[in-house]
């Protein structure tokens, strides 16, 4: 049973996934503190952050909203790790493990929003657009 966001395994992964991009930034050239490493780590933290709040709302309708916000900040967080592959601040063993999770994440969040929207969607005089 849910209880509170904590409770979610999308909210878990992605709390891994926020260490998993700051043990990966740490080796991103320092002149990159305040650029790329900056926008990575962002993109990272605001995907659980948007769960949690999102989950603490009092509608499903702001719920959906916020997990959209989260999958939002997973594509962001997916170019800038291809960004900082191309640049080769990481390797492709490193990419793809973050890419992987990454993913999970994204299927996670919508397999949350799809029958929050369904829900939403057949109650009666709810418009959730």
Avoid: C, W
């Avoid at 640049?87 to 993913?103: A, C, G, N, P, V």
């Amino acid at each position: 049973m849910v209880k509170t966001h904590k409770d979610l395994d999308v909210y878990k992964l992605s709390i891994e996934l926020v260490a998993d991009i700051y043990q990966a930034t740490n080796r991103f050239p320092k002149e990159e503190l305040f650029g790329l490493t900056a926008h990575v780590s962002k993109s990272a933290v605001s995907i659980p952050s948007n769960i949690a709040e999102g989950s603490a709302r009092n509608h499903k309708k702001e719920f959906i909203q916020f997990l959209y916000i989260s999958l939002g900040s997973a594509a962001e967080l997916d170019t800038q790790l291809l960004i900082s592959l191309n640049l080769r601040f990481m390797d492709q063993k490193d990419y793809q493990r973050l890419i992987d999770k990454l993913t999970s994440i994204s299927k996670m969040l919508m397999g949350l929003i799809n029958p929050l929207y369904s829900y939403l969607s057949t109650a009666k005089g709810v418009n959730v657009r």
